[in-house]
Nanobody, 112 residues
């Protein structure tokens, strides 16, 4: 069974950067489309970015376009979300997702 484990969250100042990781086990990531989602306190979970199974096509939410980059390393079977120019509104728990499988989430807090 596919398992996903996120890491890389933390506290960062506005304008800073973080790279989130999503380590997969039980299946090869290159067979699946991968999504990153986030959920802020009191808000619904929203899609942030996705990467096609081919690794070629990407999509981003309007609020993160130009600041976030999704990628995948087939050797380490890990997906990444590089986040730059972070804003307080990016504060949320970030989750990676493949089909019905979700990780436990990693907290990102953007604050001065």
């Amino acid at each position: 069974q596919l398992q996903l484990v996120e890491s890389g969250g933390g506290l960062v100042q506005p304008g800073g950067s973080l790279r989130l990781s999503c380590a997969a086990s039980g299946a090869s990531l290159d067979r699946y489309a991968i999504g990153w989602f986030r959920q802020a306190p009191g808000k619904e979970r929203e899609g942030v970015s996705c990467l096609s199974s081919s690794g070629i096509s990407t999509q981003y939410g309007d609020s993160v376009k130009g600041r976030f980059t999704i990628s995948r390393d087939n050797v380490t079977n890990t997906a990444y979300l590089q986040m730059s120019n972070l804003k307080p509104d990016d504060t949320a728990v970030y989750y990676c997702n493949i089909q019905q499988f979700w990780g436990q989430g990693t907290q990102v807090t953007v604050s001065s």
